[in-house]
T-cell receptor
């Protein structure tokens, strides 16, 4: 069974710093990997979806990388802002279907 | 704007009572999903549906039921058999069950026991 792990569970950084969030998965036979953002008490907002054939995907200050062979993905956030404070989740679909396996998330706090 | 609407935002259940959570989407997506989120745990799949009148159990379906009578709607019923229903429930949809398509989420319903 696929297991998705996110380390660290929580991270605090001063405003303006660049940071990296990590995601690892045990089964490398994935179609894609999706990064989400969740604000307290809210649903999930899709940030980036990186296909298995891609190595990187970028959106604004966000850059996601994927290394299937090592079972790892990173989400890089450049020039962090207080508005980036949220929980970041990564997820991979179940083989043969689109049901997602989620990590437990990294709670990011950007200090002004 | 297209999106997923979940209602109510907060819901309270009495012991022995069934409650139904609503999920409506206007994205014209075929596939819909229900997830449960507990503190310190990742989201877990309850049920999913590929198409109207079809649905499948996820990893934690016991104590829950669903229906898919319309493409736009996928309500979740939390039955009295679900002994620990307090959680945050999230509905999602995607164009199909093909594994290369992103899922879009609603804002969730928080269910608590009275």
């Amino acid at each position: 069974k696929q297991e998705v792990t996110q380390i660290p569970a929580a991270l605090s950084v001063p405003e303006g710093e660049n940071l990296v969030l990590n995601c690892s998965f045990t089964d490398s036979a994935i179609y894609n990997l999706q990064w989400f953002r969740q604000d307290p008490g809210k649903g999930l907002t899709s940030l980036l979806l990186i296909q298995s054939s891609q190595r990187e995907q970028t959106s604004g200050r966000l850059n996601a990388s994927l290394d299937k062979s090592s079972g790892r993905s990173t989400l890089y956030i450049a020039a962090s802002q207080p508005g980036d404070s949220a929980t970041y989740l990564c997820a991979v679909p179940k083989t043969g279907a689109n049901n997602l396996f989620f990590g437990t998330g990294t709670r990011l706090t950007v200090i002004p | 704007d297209g999106g997923i609407t979940q209602s109510p935002k907060y819901l309270f259940r009495k012991e022995g009572q069934n409650v139904t959570l609503s999920c409506e989407q206007n994205l014209n997506h075929d596939a819909m999903y229900w997830y449960r989120q507990d503190p310190g745990q990742g989201l877990r799949l309850i049920y999913y549906s590929q198409i109207v009148n079809d649905f499948q159990k996820g990893d934690i379906a016991e104590g829950y039921s669903v229906s898919r009578e319309k493409k736009e709607s996928f309500p979740l019923t939390v039955t009295s058999a679900q002994k620990n229903p307090t959680a945050f429930y999230l509905c999602a949809s995607s164009p199909s069950l093909r594994g290369n398509q992103p899922q879009h989420f609603g804002d969730g319903t928080r269910l608590s026991i009275l």
